[in-house]
């Protein structure tokens, strides 16, 4: 787990609260180069979150394969993903649709919603806010 979470704040991803039984992970030569985590969403949901490939192993597919990975594990629960809303369509091949707020189930919700905050926050610091998508894929699919 220290490994993943070495690997996620490199990357800038928030590693507090994580739970080690929800990941995938891959590793090569003894060191963790990516990992997704599927969070509980309740209702029988998950939400694919975390996906974090290591800079020096971008462009070999292997968040494709991570992604594959961890959806061979939803079955045929209900998957949610939170993404910055110019992504929605690269992830239709996954079978991935766009739903709205009230769609999701409420730990999908809320973590939008702390997106959403970031976003304030970003226009604060004199950023270009990021707009974000709530996609589900419903269990079977792709």
Do not use: K, Y
């Not at 209702?43 to 990975?69: I, N, P, T, W």
Request: glycine content about 14%; charged content about 25%; some cysteine.
């Amino acid at each position: 787990m220290a490994a993943v979470r070495a690997l996620m704040h490199g990357e800038r991803v928030n590693p507090t609260g994580l739970d080690w039984r929800n990941f995938v992970v891959a590793a090569a030569e003894g060191a963790v180069i990516g990992c997704v985590q599927l969070r509980p969403a309740g209702l029988g949901a998950v939400e694919v979150g975390s996906l974090v490939v290591r800079a020096d192993r971008r462009g070999g597919r292997l968040g494709s394969r991570l992604f594959a990975a961890a959806l061979s594990r939803v079955g045929a629960r209900r998957a949610f993903i939170l993404i910055a809303a110019d992504r929605e369509p690269g992830f239709a091949r996954w079978g991935f649709r766009t739903v709205g707020l009230a769609a999701a189930p409420w730990p999908v919700r809320r973590n939008w919603l702390l997106g959403q905050a970031g976003s304030v926050i970003a226009v604060a610091r004199g950023r270009r806010p990021r707009r974000l998508a709530i996609l589900e894929r419903t269990g079977g699919e792709a």
